[in-house]
C-alpha cells in the first residue's frame, strides 16, 4: 500500500488575495521578470506563472501592458520619498547636506531592491515604451530639483558660475557608476571604501569644484 498523500496536497489552490494584494504581487513578479530577462524576452504567460495566477487574471488588475509599467513605476521609483529628504536641506542652503540625502536616498533603496536600476538600463537599451515613463517619473525629475538647487546657489554666489544641469548631471553621474559598479558589474570595493566613505568622498569633490 503506498504512502497515503496530505489531504489536498498537489490540488491546492493558492490562497484568494484581496485585490489590492494580489496587484502588488503580479507587480512584483513582472518587476523581477523585466529585471532578469528585459521586456522583450518575458510574456505576460510568464509574468502570471511567476505570481501564481491565471494570464487573464493580469489584465483585471491591468487593462493593458501600458498601466503594468506604470504601476511599476509608481512601486519602484519613489521619486517623492528621495526628494522629501533633501528638500529641508535645500530649503536651508546646506549644500552638504542635500547632496548626501540624494545620495544616501539613491544609493539606500537601489541596494535594497536594485530592480529598478536594472529596469532603467533594459528600457533603455531595448528602447521599451518604458524608458520615457522612467527618464520622466525619476531621472529627469531627480535632474531638474538639484539644478534648480544649484542655480540658487550660483545666483546667490555660494557657487562658482557653472552650468547648472551639467553640474547636477555630474554629481549624479559620480552616484551612478558607484551603483553600476557594485549592483550591476556585482563589483565589490576595497573593504575601507565604505558607502558611508564613499558618498562623503563625492560631496567633498563635487563641492569643492562648485565652490568659489
Known sequence: MGA?????????????????????????????????KGFGGTTTRQVAAAAGIS???????????????????????QTEAILETAEPAARRGDDAAVLRALAQEMIGRTQADPTLMRLLLFSALEGHALSDMFFRSRVKRVDEF???????RVAAGAFRPVEPLQAAWNFIGMIAYHLLYREVFGQKPPPHLTTERAIDQMVDLFLKGVRP
Open 4 to 36: 497515503r498523500s496530505e489531504p489536498g496536497k498537489g490540488n491546492r489552490r493558492p490562497p484568494r488575495l484581496p485585490g489590492k494584494e494580489r496587484r502588488r504581487q503580479v507587480i512584483e513578479a513582472a518587476a523581477a521578470l523585466f529585471s532578469r
Open 146 to 152: 538639484l539644478s534648480r538647487y544649484i542655480a540658487d
Open 55 to 77: 494570464e487573464p487574471t493580469i489584465f483585471k488588475h491591468f487593462a493593458t501592458k501600458e498601466d503594468l509599467y506604470a504601476a511599476i513605476i509608481e512601486a519602484k521609483a
